[in-house]
């Protein structure tokens, strides 16, 4: 076996002719096999792109230093090392999400992105790796019906191309219902009054709306929405048809994250509970 001190040792020719070719080529030969098993690590390393919107607090945002920060990024980076990924982000519009992975411009999705049977059409998912209801927020102070007739007329305001649009469109026809391409948006709205309501993750609305000075105007209302038909099975990780062996390791590495401690580490930095399976999914 070669040592670190073959750098420093002098070969000594005590034969003639092509039997010192020979003993020089196994030389070279181990040299190179022994360069080669160094970098064996460093090669086996895959290189993963992960999609993320930048735009979703606290799940995913940007912070005033330019640094990608959120939940949905400390997932991502933990399972990263788990599975032993180099992994790198890119930014996206949330209504790109889904065409630029299919574009491979990345090749996972890791947003908060439901898992839902019409983006299954499209996309393979992981296991869920969080779950919680969505929630309308309104001005305090402010009451509504929540039915279909209750919310007629009414200004409702949702992300584009989410299920909490869907959810909208499908259950309160009547309303006037405007999308905005990312979530600040639509919040400002609502503290604007330009919006009676807005649907949104609840979580979202109060960690990354309610909870900060422009959300000190409002307050969630009504019951929490969780139903599978529009809300899906929680948050996964979206990847690229026929890319299972990436599915699987992004799997495997949940649970792990799970059972050692880490996703508890994570979701208490920025939550008070358990994010990963709220009461009434």
Known sequence: MLGSGMAGTVFVDTTKGRNTVKRLTYVMAALLALGLAAGTAEAQMRKVLIGTEGAYPPFN???????LVGFDV????????VAQFE???VVQDWDGMIPGLIAKKYDA????MSITEERKE???FTGKYYNTPAMFAATKGTT???TADGLAGKVIGAQRATIHE???RDNFPNADIRVYATQDEANADLAAGRLDLVLADSVALDEGFIKTEGGACCELVGSGYSDPKWFGEGAGIAIRKGEQDLVEAFNAAIKTIREDGTYKAINDKYFAFDVYGEAGM
């Open 166 to 168: 869907n959810f909208l």
């Open 87 to 89: 992994c790198e982000f």
């Open 74 to 81: 400390d997932i991502a980076k933990a399972l990263c090392e």
């Open 144 to 146: 509504f019906e929540f």
């Open 109 to 112: 999705i890791i947003a908060s």
């Open 122 to 124: 499209k996309v393979d």
């Open 61 to 67: 945002s940007i912070d005033p230093n330019g640094e």
